[in-house]
């Protein structure tokens, strides 16, 4: 659920805190933070957050944001890539850009792009792959491959019996691997960065 509006805007300045800091300030330097006059306004405000599942308390009694704080805000309407659309300033429930993108943590991986071999694919240098190990793909699939010894994002493809890799690049050559072809893991999202 989201929280009221003035909830929302302090809890829009310990998001911008958190993410210069790596951590939540103290109770004093919140209250500063946020232009709180009093400790027992500040820890209201804390309570408030922690009953609507925005932070809790660690075993060492420091507060800590939970999964929820990292959510960001959801418009209720979608944006056309066509003709415009009427404007609604509602926001449904928060999306954790995590949870969204990563089904298995303990298996997931970010990699950068380099280079262009990917580009009519919509993969760019310098965006992210967000990449889930496994050692198996489909043909179709974007991979993150070892052929020959060396790592490449290409889409995996068959022919015949044998696998190979085919760029999304007219410019660059299909690749068959010479030795070996091993799968690291199959790109499941990407991350750019406008």
């Known amino acids: 659920m989201p929280p009221p509006n003035k909830d929302r805007d302090y809890l829009a300045k310990l998001q911008d805190y958190y993410a210069d800091f790596r951590c939540l300030p103290s109770y004093a330097s919140m ?15 804390v ?10 308390t660690s075993p060492d009694k420091r507060l800590v944001p939970t999964k929820s704080f990292f959510g960001r805000p959801m418009a209720e309407d979608v944006v ?4 415009p659309s ?7 429930e928060a999306l954790n850009i995590d949870e ?10 970010l990699i ?3 280079g262009d071999s990917m580009i009519e694919a919509h993969i760019q240098e310098g965006d992210i792959a967000v990449v889930e190990k496994r050692l198996v793909a489909n043909p179709g699939d974007i991979v993150v491959a070892i052929v ?10 068959k022919d ?9 690049n007219s410019a660059y050559p299909v690749i068959r691997p010479t030795q070996s072809l091993q799968i690291f893991g199959v790109m499941v999202g990407l991350i750019r960065k406008m």
């Open 100 to 109: 969204y993108l990563i089904d298995k943590p303990s298996e997931t991986v």
């Open 47 to 56: 309570k408030r957050l922690q009953l609507q599942g925005f932070l809790e």
């Open 31 to 45: 209250g500063q933070l946020l232009g709180l006059a009093s400790k027992s306004a500040v820890s209201a405000l």
């Open 160 to 168: 015949g019996i044998h696998y190979l890799l085919r760029p999304g």
């Open 80 to 83: 056309r890539a066509g003709l």
């Open 148 to 157: 020959d010894g060396e790592f490449t994002l290409k889409y995996l493809e």
């Open 86 to 92: 009427e404007v609604h300033d509602g926001m449904q």
């Open 112 to 114: 950068e792009v380099k």
